[in-house]
């Protein structure tokens, strides 16, 4: 049967009901969705609104999970039922071709900062090693029909991964409020959830991802001659490098180039302009050296808080190239954070191989 939305506000001990209002327009529970998707009780980055596809139509938003599922999300819109489901598992055979550099674009046209950013900024953590691994379709309406629930349900018998929500919209005496009901139920829901294997590998608790150089002030030259890595100032950059323990192993990548070395954390993180690093027989002072990067932040003689400032590394290099060197293979992982867990199978075997690397060596 359709689904069905009723509330009631509680008066002198007895329940008032509110009146049900009409929308204002499906485009504005669109507009709704697109600024705050966790209406629809998952947490959810959007990364396209009318969305082009090459059939000549355009998907209403596109959105991804934590875990790199890809979300189709199409309004009703008033059509049928059967216009509205062959819809949505149109665009869904389109979208399981893509790629996770066409994903990643497709989020970067959208977003305004780079997708890693947002992910991160979303889920607090950086973005799974296979994107788009999986999907899940979903009908959004304002009504919703018993023919449309008959359709999905049918659907679901067979695992296509589609649901419906409904959203009621209430008048009480000047304010408004919106409601949401699923298809499916929360536990039906969970349950799926629950039995889909996660597409973020298992991290082996040893090698990181770090970003140094690029088109930023922090020069490989640097870091090669006197054993560190950096990553600017402030929680956002310096903060991510200073998590890696001593011991572990950092693979150091380019942006737009490839990696260029792999050493292992021979100390604590220290700020920049007090950092000590292994030199010759013994220690260097770091900014007293003749750098080629800049890493001092603030104006000159002026003090410049822990939080603010620029950490450092000290690293113990196993395998090093030249920066015009720099390898880099199609698939290998690479993304905007300064630091992170490298998970990848792919990019650890092929940076071993590359870099003569002993798997077990620490």
């Known amino acids: 049967m359709p689904v069905e939305m009723q509330m009631w506000r509680m008066e002198d001990d007895r329940p008032r009901s509110l009146t049900s209002a009409v929308l204002p327009s499906e485009a504005a529970l669109e507009k709704f969705l697109e600024k705050d998707p966790s209406l629809l009780g998952v947490r959810l980055l959007i990364i396209g609104r009318q969305v082009h596809t090459p059939h000549g139509n355009y998907i209403d ?47 970067n046209a959208y977003l305004s900062v780079p997708f890693e950013t947002a992910f991160e900024e979303v889920f607090d953590d950086t ?13 959004v309406a304002t009504e919703l029909d018993s023919s449309s629930e008959r359709i999905v349900e049918y659907l679901r018998d067979f695992g296509v991964p589609i649901n419906a929500v409904f959203f009621s919209y209430f008048d009480d005496d000047g304010r408004q409020y919106l409601s949401r009901s699923w298809l499916a139920s929360d536990q039906e829901r969970t349950a799926k959830r629950g039995r889909t294997n996660s597409k973020r590998a298992a991290w082996n608790g040893l090698d990181w991802y770090v970003a140094f150089g690029g088109g930023g002030h922090r020069k490989w030259e640097d870091a090669l001659t006197y054993g560190f890595v950096s990553a600017g100032g402030g929680p956002r950059y310096s903060g991510k490098l200073r998590r890696i323990p001593e011991g572990d192993r950092v693979n150091v990548h380019i ?73 880099w ?18 990019t650890l075997r092929r940076l071993g191989e590359h870099f003569d690397l002993d798997g077990d060596e620490a």
């Open 61 to 107: 938003l596109l959105a991804i999970d934590a875990e790199g599922t890809v979300h189709v999300l199409e309004l009703k819109r008033d059509r049928t039922p059967r216009d509205v489901v062959a819809q949505v598992l149109d665009y869904g055979s389109w979208v399981t071709t893509l790629s996770r550099d066409e994903i990643t674009d497709q989020a």
């Open 255 to 327: 942006p737009g180039e490839g990696y260029v070395g792999v050493g292992i954390v021979s100390g604590p993180p220290q700020r920049f302009d007090s950092a000590q690093v292994p030199h010759g027989e013994g220690s260097v002072r770091l900014a007293d050296q003749p750098l080629v990067g800049g890493y001092i932040h603030g104006a000159d003689g002026e003090a410049v808080s822990d939080k603010l400032t620029e950490w450092v590394l000290p690293i113990r290099w196993l395998s090093t190239r030249p920066r015009d060197q720099a390898f």
């Open 329 to 346: 293979e199609k698939g290998m992982f690479a993304n905007q954070n300064p630091a992170c867990e490298l998970r990848q199978e792919f």
């Open 127 to 139: 973005p799974p090693d296979e994107l788009n691994g999986a999907l899940q379709l979903t009908i």
